[in-house]
């Protein structure tokens, strides 16, 4: 089960930090992602981050955020986040976390909107 959390109306220039809590799962040995869905558009991959037993985690980002955003997780909390600065009307979307790539069903996702 995936519930995502931590959206809400920011100003352009503004951040937010994103939650996922991840239930029922080995989460610490999956690899997990973000996703954004604008109205009118389809799905998109935003962030990734691997699993594993490490003390640092590969990430990477689609370059529409790439050194805006960032993603980290908490393996003793099953929980992956998404730090966005420097938020920009058009990262206006509906937020949502998965495995990456995503292969669980959708979970509740999280409403960000980006005012100009």
């Known amino acids: 089960q995936l519930q995502a959390s931590g959206g809400g109306l920011v100003q352009a220039g503004g951040s937010l930090r994103l939650s996922c809590a991840v239930a029922?799962?080995?989460?610490?040995?999956?690899?997990m992602g973000w996703y954004r869905q604008a109205p009118g558009h389809q799905r998109e991959w935003v962030a990734g981050i691997v699993g594993g037993s490490r003390t640092t985690y590969a990430d990477s980002y689609a370059d529409s955020v790439k050194g805006r955003f960032t993603i980290s997780r908490d393996n003793a909390k099953d929980t992956v986040y998404l730090q966005m600065n420097s938020l920009k009307p058009e990262d206006t979307a509906v937020y949502y976390c998965n495995t990456h790539p995503a292969r669980w069903g959708w979970g509740q996702g999280t409403q960000v909107t980006v005012s100009s």
């Open positions: 029922g799962s080995n989460f610490r040995v999956i690899n």
